[in-house]
Every structure is written in structure tokens, then in C-alpha cells.
């Protein structure tokens, strides 16, 4: 059962299914002295997609 469980994290990470969980302890770890509060799951995921696609994205 570990070795499921362990595989299943192993793919969520490689995925990127985590992100959000990865984003809440960075998050928890770094800004929670300050008086703010950490964007929701739909926050996170809208601003990683415009993240990733706004702007020009080549070479030439």
C-alpha cells in the first residue's frame, strides 16, 4: 500500500496535479506572518495559466 501511495505523489508532482498544495506550504512557510491570505484553488490555477501563456513564447 506505501508503495502505491508513493507512486500516486510521485505522479501527481510529475504532473503538476500538486501545485496547488506545493503553492499553500510555500505559502504557510514564507507569508503567513503577514496579514494576507493565500489566493484559492481557481486563483492559482488562473493565474498559472496566464503566467504560462501571456506574452511571446518563441524563439524568432
Known amino acids: 500500500m506505501r508503495f502505491l501511495q ?3 505523489r510521485i505522479l501527481r508532482a510529475l504532473s503538476g496535479d ?3 498544495e506545493r503553492y ?6 514564507r507569508h503567513a506572518a ?3 491570505i ?3 484553488r481557481a486563483e492559482f ?7 504560462k501563456w501571456s506574452g511571446v513564447r518563441r524563439c524568432c
Open 45 to 51: 490555477f488562473k493565474a498559472e495559466v496566464e503566467r
Open 6 to 8: 508513493r507512486a500516486w
Open 38 to 40: 493565500p489566493m484559492t
Open 18 to 20: 500538486d501545485a496547488y
Open 24 to 29: 499553500l506550504t510555500h505559502w504557510r512557510a
Open 34 to 36: 503577514e496579514e494576507a
